[in-house]
C-alpha cells in the first residue's frame, strides 16, 4: 500500500467527519488524475466515503471501477444499498458475489429488518445457517432480536434466544441489551430478569436496559432497587430512572431523583431535562420548573430545541402561557414538534384561535404538519365551533394523507359532532377503519350536545355491545343527554355504574351533570341534597347550574344559597349576580336588584359589554346591542322589524324579566329587539344562502328572550342556527333548541 494511497485515505476520512461532499469528490478527481491505477484499498475507501456520505450513485460508479474487487469492496457497496433501503440493488448484489462471510449476511438481514420485513430477514439468517454457523456473530442476533422487539414478533425472538443459548452467545452483554429489551417490551419482564441474572459479566448498559424494562412494566420498586446495586452509575442510569418515574405518574420522585443527580455532579443532556420539564408539566409546578429553565441556560442547553420545545410544553402545561411564548420566540431552531407544544398549549388553556393563528404561522414558515399537529388544530376549531376552518384542515387532511391517523380522524368527529353537522359526524365515523374509545366517545359527545337523547343512549349501549370501555368523557355526554331528556331516575343509575360497573370515580364534571339533570326536573330541593352529599363542593359552573334553574323555576331560596356559593368562588365574575337580579326582577323586588348593582360597583364587579360575531366570506362581522356601526345596518334593522311582526303572528311574547331595569313594559321590549345575536342571525339570512346553517358565536350568556325569539325565527324561515354562548351550543331548528331550554 502506497504512501500516497495512505495520504488520500486519510483526507477521504476528515471528508466524511465533516460532511464534505464537494471536498470528497474534488480529491476523487484529484487521484484520477495522478494515479493511473489506484489500488483497490485506496478505491474501497472512495466507495466508502460516498456510502458514507449517502451518494448512491458515486458509490456505485467507483464500486463497478475497481478491476478486481476483494470481499471488503463487495461488503462496502452491500452494506451502502442495505443502509439506504435500495433493497433491490442490495439483492443484486449479494447474488453477484464470489464470496460471503458475516458481514455480507448481516448486511443483507439488517437491509430486511431495518424495513420491518419480518418474513425476508428470517429467510436470510436460515440461508446464512445453512452456509455455515461460522458466519454466525453476537450483530446477527442483535439485529435479529431487534426486529423482533419493533415488531411484537415474541415467539421469533424465544427461538433466536434458544440459539443464542445454543450456539454459546448467552455470555455477551451485547446479545444480552437487546434480548431484555425484547422480553420487557413484550411485558414477559421476568423473562427479561432471568437474562439480566445468567448473564456473568453485567456492565453499566446491561443494568440500564434492565432498569429501562422495570420502569416500562410499571415495576418502580424493583427498578429503584437495581438501581442502587449499581456500583458505577453513568448519567444514561439516572436518567433512564427519571424519565422511567415521569412515565408513570410518578412526578415529584422523578425530580427528587433529578435534585440528587444534581448533588453528585453528574452529567445532564437533553433527555435528562426533556423528562423533567415533563414531570414538571405533570405537577404544574411553575416554581420547580422554573428552576429547571434557569439551569438549563447555566448549562448551555438553552439552544437545543428539544429542550427549548419542552420547556414550551411545561409552561403552557403550568398555565403560563406567556413564559411559552417568550421561549418560543427565543429559540433559533424550531421543529414541528416545537410548533406543536404551543399549538396545543394554546388549545389546552382555552385560547383555540390564537391555535388555529400559530397552525398557519407554522405552515408559512415551511414546516409540514404531522398527525398530532393537525389534530390539535382540528380540534380548536372544533372548540370555537369553526366549521368554516375546519373543513379547510380536513381537506388537508386527505391531501396530506393524515386522514387515516385515528387522532386526526377523532378530531373531525369531535369537530362535526360541536358543529352540529351530526349527519357529517356520523358518515365519518362509519367510515374509519378503526374506531377506539375516544372515536366512539366523540360521535356520542356530539349526539348529547345538541339535545339527541335518544340516539345518545342507544349508541352508547351499542359501544358496550361491541367491547369497549367507557372513560370520564363518555359518561359526561351520557349524564348530559339524560339530564336534556329528563331521564333522572336512568342518570342515577348511569352514575352509579361509573364506579360499580366501570371503576371510574366521579370528578367534579359527573357531579355538575348530576346537578343539571336534577335542576332541570324542577327538583331544586333534591339538587341541594345532592349538592351537600358530594365529598367536594361544586365548581362554578355547578352552582351557575343551580341557579340558572333557580331563575326558570322561580325559587329565590335556593337561588340566593347558589349565588352566595358562586360569588365566594369567583367574587369578580359578574354572572352569579346577574343570574340572581334576574330572580328579583321577575319577582318584581326591584330593590333588591338595585342593592345588588350598588354591591357589583363596590366590589369593582362589571358586566362585560355583550357582542355577537358571524363569520361572512372569510371575514368576521361583530355586533353589540342597538348597533348602527355596521353598513348593512338599515338591512338589518328592517328585517328584525319584518321577522317581528311574523313572531308576534306565530304567537311569540317578549320576554321582559331578562331586562333588569324599572322601565316601562314598552321600553323594555325596545331594549330586547336588537340585542346583538339578532343582528347577527340577521345578516345571517340576509348574507348567507339558503340551505347552509348560521353560525353565530356570543360572548355571553344568551338571555332568555333572544333564546325564544331565535327559536321562533328558525321556525319561520326554516333555516338551522346554530348559537355559541359562553355557556354552551344551541342548535335551533324548525322552533325548538338542542338545549331543551335551559342554559
Known amino acids: 500500500m502506497s504512501s500516497n494511497s495512505n495520504y488520500y485515505c486519510s483526507l477521504?476520512?476528515?471528508?466524511?467527519?465533516?460532511?464534505?461532499?464537494?471536498?470528497?469528490?474534488?480529491?476523487?478527481?484529484?487521484?484520477?488524475?495522478?494515479?493511473?491505477?489506484?489500488?483497490?484499498?485506496?478505491?474501497?475507501?472512495?466507495?466508502?466515503?460516498?456510502?458514507?456520505?449517502?451518494?448512491?450513485t458515486y458509490a456505485r460508479y467507483v464500486f463497478d471501477k475497481i478491476p478486481r474487487p476483494n470481499l471488503f469492496s463487495w461488503n462496502t457497496i452491500l452494506f451502502t444499498y442495505s443502509k439506504s433501503g435500495n433493497l433491490s440493488d442490495m439483492n443484486y448484489i449479494f447474488n453477484r458475489m464470489p464470496k460471503r462471510d458475516g458481514v455480507s449476511w448481516n448486511s443483507l438481514i439488517s437491509g430486511y429488518a431495518s424495513r420491518g420485513l419480518v418474513t425476508e430477514a428470517v429467510k436470510g439468517y436460515n440461508s446464512m445457517l445453512r452456509d455455515g454457523v461460522d458466519n454466525l456473530n453476537r450483530i446477527t442476533f442483535s439485529i435479529m432480536l431487534?426486529?423482533?422487539?419493533?415488531?411484537?414478533?415474541?415467539?421469533?425472538?424465544?427461538?433466536?434466544?434458544?440459539?443464542?443459548?445454543?450456539?454459546?452467545?448467552?455470555?455477551?452483554?451485547?446479545?444480552?441489551?437487546?434480548?431484555?429489551?425484547?422480553?420487557?417490551?413484550?411485558?414477559?419482564?421476568?423473562?427479561?430478569?432471568?437474562?439480566?441474572?445468567?448473564?456473568?459479566?453485567?456492565?453499566?448498559?446491561?443494568?440500564?436496559?434492565?432498569?429501562t424494562g422495570l420502569l416500562r412494566c410499571g415495576m418502580v420498586e424493583d427498578s429503584k432497587y437495581l438501581f442502587h446495586s449499581i456500583q458505577e452509575k453513568d448519567s444514561i442510569s439516572w436518567t433512564t430512572m427519571i424519565t422511567g418515574l415521569t412515565q408513570n405518574g410518578l412526578y415529584r420522585e422523578a425530580i427528587d431523583f433529578f435534585r440528587e443527580m444534581r448533588i453528585e455532579c453528574v452529567a445532564m443532556d437533553q433527555f435528562t431535562f426533556g423528562s423533567m420539564l415533563t414531570a414538571c408539566g405533570g405537577l404544574m409546578a411553575l416554581e420547580e420548573g422554573k428552576q429547571v429553565h434557569a439551569f438549563v441556560i447555566r448549562t448551555n442547553h438553552k439552544d437545543n430545541v428539544f429542550v427549548s420545545s419542552a420547556l414550551v410544553d411545561m409552561y403552557c402545561k403550568c398555565k403560563s402561557i406567556t413564559s411559552a411564548e417568550a421561549v418560543f420566540k427565543r429559540m433559533t431552531h424550531k421543529n414541528v414538534v416545537s410548533w406543536t407544544a404551543l399549538l396545543v398549549g394554546y388549545g389546552q388553556n382555552g385560547y383555540s384561535e390564537e391555535a388555529v393563528r400559530i397552525f398557519c404561522d407554522m405552515q408559512r414558515n415551511g414546516i409540514n404538519p404531522d398527525y398530532y399537529t393537525l389534530g390539535s388544530v382540528i380540534s380548536s376549531c372544533a372548540n370555537l365551533a369553526s366549521l368554516e376552518e375546519g373543513t379547510q384542515f380536513h381537506g388537508q387532511a386527505i391531501v396530506s394523507a393524515l386522514f387515516s391517523f385515528q387522532t386526526v380522524s377523532n378530531a373531525l368527529v369531535t369537530l362535526y359532532g360541536k358543529c352540529g353537522s351530526l349527519e357529517d359526524a356520523t358518515r365519518l365515523f362509519n367510515e374509519m377503519n378503526f374506531r377506539d374509545e375516544v372515536s366512539w366517545t366523540a360521535l356520542l359527545s356530539g349526539y348529547s350536545q345538541f339535545g339527541k337523547a335518544n340516539?345518545?343512549?342507544?349508541?352508547?349501549?351499542?359501544?358496550?355491545?361491541?367491547?369497549?370501555?367507557?372513560?370520564?368523557?363518555?359518561?359526561?355526554?351520557?349524564?348530559?343527554?339524560?339530564?336534556?331528556?329528563?331521564?333522572?331516575?336512568?342518570?342515577?343509575?348511569?352514575?352509579?355504574?361509573?364506579?360499580?360497573?366501570?371503576?371510574?370515580?366521579?370528578?367534579?364534571?359527573?357531579?355538575?351533570?348530576?346537578?343539571?339533570?336534577?335542576?332541570?326536573?324542577?327538583?331544586?330541593?333534591?339538587?341541594?341534597?345532592?349538592?351537600?352529599?358530594?365529598?367536594?363542593?361544586?365548581?362554578?359552573?355547578?352552582?351557575?347550574?343551580?341557579?340558572?334553574?333557580?331563575?326558570?323555576?322561580?325559587?329565590?331560596e335556593i337561588g340566593k344559597w347558589a349565588a352566595?356559593?358562586?360569588?365566594?368562588?369567583?367574587?369578580?365574575?359578574?354572572?352569579?349576580?346577574?343570574?340572581?337580579?334576574?330572580?328579583?326582577?321577575?319577582?318584581?323586588?326591584?330593590?333588591?336588584?338595585?342593592?345588588?348593582?350598588?354591591?357589583?360597583?363596590?366590589?369593582?364587579?362589571?358586566?362585560?359589554?355583550?357582542?355577537?360575531?358571524?363569520?361572512?366570506?372569510?371575514?368576521?362581522?361583530?355586533?353589540?346591542?342597538?348597533?348602527?356601526?355596521?353598513?348593512?345596518?338599515?338591512?338589518?334593522?328592517?328585517?328584525?322589524?319584518?321577522?317581528?311582526?311574523?313572531?308576534?303572528?306565530?304567537?311569540?311574547?317578549?320576554?321582559?324579566?331578562?331586562?333588569?331595569?324599572?322601565?316601562?313594559?314598552?321600553?323594555?321590549?325596545?331594549?330586547?329587539?336588537?340585542?346583538?345575536?339578532?343582528?347577527?342571525?340577521?345578516?345571517?339570512?340576509?348574507?348567507?344562502?339558503?340551505?347552509?346553517?348560521?353560525?353565530?358565536?356570543?360572548?355571553?350568556?344568551?338571555?332568555?328572550?333572544?333564546?325564544?325569539?331565535?327559536?321562533?325565527?328558525?321556525?319561520?324561515?326554516?333555516?338551522?342556527?346554530?348559537?355559541?354562548?359562553?355557556?354552551?351550543?344551541?342548535?335551533?331548528?324548525?322552533?325548538?333548541?338542542?338545549?331543551?331550554?335551559?342554559?
Request: hydrophobic residues 35%; contains cysteine; proline residues 4%.
Open 146 to 211: 431487534i426486529l423482533s422487539s419493533s415488531q411484537g414478533c415474541v415467539d421469533l425472538g424465544r427461538q433466536i434466544h434458544g440459539q443464542i443459548v445454543k450456539f454459546g452467545f448467552g455470555s455477551y452483554v451485547f446479545v444480552g441489551c437487546p434480548l431484555m429489551d425484547m422480553y420487557s417490551k413484550a411485558v414477559l419482564v421476568y423473562d427479561a430478569k432471568r437474562v439480566f441474572d445468567e448473564t456473568p459479566e453485567r456492565n453499566v448498559v446491561m443494568y440500564n436496559t434492565m432498569i
Open 455 to 556: 340516539e345518545t343512549i342507544d349508541f352508547f349501549q351499542r359501544m358496550l355491545d361491541h367491547g369497549l370501555k367507557p372513560d370520564g368523557v363518555t359518561f359526561v355526554g351520557v349524564l348530559s343527554a339524560c339530564s336534556r331528556a329528563g331521564l333522572v331516575e336512568k342518570g342515577y343509575q348511569y352514575f352509579e355504574s361509573m364506579v360499580k360497573e366501570h371503576g371510574i370515580m366521579p370528578v367534579v364534571d359527573h357531579y355538575t351533570c348530576m346537578i343539571d339533570l336534577l335542576s332541570r326536573a324542577g327538583r331544586l330541593e333534591e339538587a341541594r341534597r345532592f349538592i351537600n352529599k358530594m365529598p367536594f363542593p361544586p365548581d362554578p359552573i355547578g352552582w351557575s347550574t343551580l341557579l340558572s334553574s333557580c331563575r326558570l323555576h322561580g325559587n329565590l
Open 564 to 743: 352566595a356559593s358562586l360569588q365566594e368562588l369567583e367574587p369578580h365574575n359578574p354572572g352569579g349576580y346577574i343570574l340572581l337580579a334576574s330572580i328579583y326582577a321577575a319577582k318584581g323586588k326591584w330593590d333588591n336588584v338595585a342593592e345588588l348593582r350598588k354591591g357589583m360597583r363596590k366590589k369593582g364587579v362589571r358586566k362585560e359589554a355583550g357582542c355577537s360575531w358571524i363569520k361572512y366570506k372569510g371575514k368576521v362581522h361583530i355586533f353589540s346591542a342597538d348597533d348602527q356601526t355596521s353598513p348593512f345596518s338599515d338591512q338589518l334593522y328592517a328585517e328584525l322589524d319584518k321577522l317581528n311582526h311574523r313572531m308576534i303572528e306565530e304567537g311569540y311574547v317578549p320576554d321582559t324579566s331578562s331586562v333588569l331595569h324599572n322601565v316601562e313594559d314598552s321600553e323594555k321590549i325596545k331594549m330586547l329587539n336588537y340585542h346583538s345575536e339578532r343582528l347577527a342571525i340577521a345578516f345571517g339570512l340576509i348574507f348567507i344562502p339558503p340551505g347552509l346553517p348560521i353560525r353565530v358565536v356570543k360572548n355571553l350568556r344568551v338571555c332568555g328572550d333572544c333564546h325564544n325569539a331565535t327559536k321562533y325565527i328558525s321556525k319561520i324561515t326554516q333555516r338551522e342556527i346554530l348559537v355559541r354562548d359562553a355557556v354552551r351550543f344551541h342548535l335551533f331548528e324548525d322552533g325548538t333548541c338542542s338545549c331543551g331550554d335551559f342554559w
Open 12 to 56: 477521504l476520512k476528515i471528508c466524511t467527519e465533516t460532511r464534505n461532499h464537494i471536498q470528497a469528490k474534488k480529491i476523487h478527481c484529484h487521484i484520477t488524475k495522478t494515479i493511473r491505477d489506484p489500488e483497490t484499498f485506496l478505491l474501497n475507501n472512495l466507495v466508502n466515503a460516498y456510502s458514507k456520505l449517502g451518494d448512491l
